[in-house]
């Protein structure tokens, strides 16, 4: 717990000093919000035409964030310093999955303000809480799965095709949830003020089950 | 020497087994199960494109399992069998979707119909599956190749289910409900002639994993042969490859 919490430290100090990655996941949102806006040919969007909208920019934002979540450690020797101390192995996939988590949620505050002025017809503030625990879930399985697919693909030559490639099939079931539940709060007419609980339970127990299977395989791509 | 008896061992029998027992599923098809009231003769793709998709399902999960083999020993052996597990599955599964795609367009009017959740599902995983052989040959090490592949199998292969479910609540339903939970939703004859495909194929899957992996036992021999007789740079193989060698 300790270890994890000192690589997390080490993690948050990083980004906040170069600040290499939020600012991008954010522009990156920003733009797609942009794209969005006159791909769609729409100056407002609402239910679940806006609720893919958000899922799906944020969903490639995070694929950004996953790309770079290992690379420090890989080019500066981290994974070499680690394994050399005598400290339990999940700790780097706790820190990793935190630091990833909480960059999302950087971005988020960012990100979905953003929207709502955009791109949102009806207005933010009522679908607001039910959209943070929606967005918490997501958060949550977003980040155990980008950990476990960046720590895959940073040894590969191809990294930055093999995260994405792997990641997105394996999101696929929480985007479909994330996006079922947001699209009710969403809407122009009789919008829902929580989100259905079908679709909360699938995201908890699709981020249970993953953070469980991660956990059980994440020594092994630290070895050697 | 061993070990490549092993594979090819009832290899023979097996091969034989499984030409008579398609043999017997198509003649059931064609001369025994009757036509389907609806759809016609069109239905009958049902005994081939149900049959291979279960099959190519089992086959990635199949591969999952074997990989948690070769995460507990590190015997590249286990790293082995889950690849040609996985390899099969897939070409199962490209099988079972155009089948699937054929039986849509023939009943339904449509190449790909999105409100139907075991298609939608299937794509999904054969999607994800279709990145292990990428991953693979981006790994140049062989131990580390084995190593995260045997990761990324066990993960994929706990996808399937989860998957499916999520797919499942996320749909309406328009694919006929043949096989439920509660129990095969088809009159007898059907359901004998679907069990018999479905044996024939699961057969089929057992026979081409074993002559794979003979094949490739074999080939690994022959390396380490010639190696030992010719020195060690010859019988490398030619560039990388996805395969475990």
């Not at chain 1, 935190?98 to 949102?120: D, I, N, R």
């Not at chain 1, 503030?125 to 155990?144: E, K, M, S, Y």
């Not at chain 2, 097996?14 to 001369?31: D, E, Y």
Request: with cysteine; aromatic share 10%; glycine share 8%.
């Amino acid at each position: 717990m300790r270890t994890a919490l000192i690589v997390l430290r080490k993690d948050l100090r990083l980004e906040l000093r170069t600040l290499e990655t939020v600012p991008a996941m954010v522009l990156f949102s920003l733009v797609t919000f942009v794209i969005f806006h006159f791909g769609l040919n729409q100056n407002t969007i609402s239910g679940q035409l806006a609720a893919g909208v958000l899922t799906a920019t944020l969903l490639f934002a995070a694929m950004l964030g996953v790309n770079r979540l290992f690379v420090a450690e890989r080019e500066q020797g981290g994974f070499d310093a680690f394994l050399l101390a005598p400290v339990d192995r999940s700790a780097m996939l706790l820190a990793k999955a935190t630091a990833l988590f909480l960059f999302l949620a950087a971005l988020e505050v960012v990100a979905v303000p953003a929207f709502g002025l955009f791109l949102l017809g009806p207005s933010l503030g009522p679908a607001l809480p039910g959209l943070i625990v929606v967005l918490a879930l997501a958060d949550l399985a977003l980040a155990v799965i980008g950990t476990l697919v960046s720590a895959i693909a940073v040894h590969t030559r191809a990294r930055d095709l093999i995260g994405p490639m792997i990641g997105l099939p394996l999101l696929i079931p929480a985007l479909i949830a994330t996006a079922r539940a947001t699209g009710p709060l969403l809407a122009a007419q009789h919008a829902a003020s929580a989100p259905p609980g079908r679709w909360l339970l699938i995201l908890a127990l699709y981020d249970v089950v993953f953070a469980l299977l991660a956990y059980a395989v994440f020594d092994f791509l630290l070895e050697d | 020497m061993r070990s490549t008896t092993t594979y090819a061992k009832g290899l023979r029998g097996l091969a034989l087994a499984t030409t008579a027992t398609i043999g017997i599923a198509l003649v059931l098809v064609f001369f025994y199960a009757p036509l389907d009231a609806n759809q016609g003769f069109v239905q009958k793709i049902f005994y081939v494109h149900v049959p291979l998709a279960i099959v190519s399902l089992c086959g990635f999960v199949f591969g999952g399992l074997l990989a948690i083999g070769y995460l507990r020993t590190g015997d590249r052996r286990w790293d082995m069998r889950s690849y040609v597990a996985i390899h099969m599955a897939l070409i199962f599964g490209v099988g079972g979707l155009i089948t699937g795609s054929i039986w849509a367009k023939a009943s339904w009017g449509h190449w790909w119909v999105w409100n139907e959740p075991t298609l939608v599902s299937f794509l999904i995983v054969l999607l994800l599956f279709a990145t292990y052989q990428p991953l693979r040959f981006s790994i140049e090490d062989p131990e580390r190749q084995a190593r995260y592949a045997s990761v990324f199998a066990i993960v994929a292969g706990a996808f399937v289910p989860l998957n499916y479910i999520a797919v499942q609540l996320a749909t309406s339903y328009v694919h006929p409900r043949v096989l439920t939970l509660g129990g095969a939703n088809l009159p007898a004859s059907m359901g004998v002639t679907f069990l018999v495909a479905q044996i024939g194929f699961v057969l089929l899957y057992i026979t081409l994993w074993k002559y794979e992996m003979a094949a490739k036992n074999n080939r690994s021999q022959v390396r380490r042969l010639r190696r030992t007789l010719l020195g060690e740079d010859s019988g490398r193989p030619l560039g990388r490859s996805a395969a475990p060698s």
